[in-house]
């Protein structure tokens, strides 16, 4: 069992940065790829970025490719999401997950991949 706690969201400007972070409990955390995903409102959860397990592959869908960048501290059980120059669009509910792998280059696109997820931090991008 995983149990994943997001922090860092809020208001920021447009061009603004923030970091999500995201802790994982548990003695395993080595064995999950890890992987944001956002949901506005009244759309569907979508995914933002990816890692692999040793951190050495990662993920990003276009929208945020250039802009956000994912990074994981095995040592401190956290994976992270750097936000840069932000944008309104890019106000969602932000939620990390954890997909057991067994390689250790794997990162997964797909939410049905993922085993746990966390219960979102709000990110709120104003124009």
């Known amino acids: 069992q995983v149990q994943l706690v997001e922090s860092g969201g809020g208001l920021v400007q447009a061009g603004g940065s923030l970091r999500l972070s995201c802790a994982a409990s548990g003695r395993t955390f080595s064995s999950y790829a890890m992987g944001w995903f956002r949901q506005a409102p009244g759309q569907e959860r979508e995914f933002v970025a990816a890692?692999?397990?040793?951190?050495?592959?990662?993920a990003y869908a276009d929208s945020v490719k250039g802009r956000f960048t994912i990074s994981r501290d095995n040592a401190k059980n956290t994976v992270y999401l750097q936000m840069n120059s932000l944008k309104p669009e890019d106000t969602a509910v932000y939620y990390c997950?954890?997909?057991?792998?067994?390689?250790?280059?794997?990162?997964?696109?797909?939410?049905?991949?993922?085993?746990?997820w966390g219960q979102g931090t709000q990110v709120t991008v104003s124009s």
């Open positions: 890692i692999s397990r040793s951190g050495g592959s990662t």
């Open positions: 997950a954890a997909g057991r792998t067994a390689y250790t280059n794997t990162y997964y696109y797909t939410s049905n991949k993922y085993d746990y």
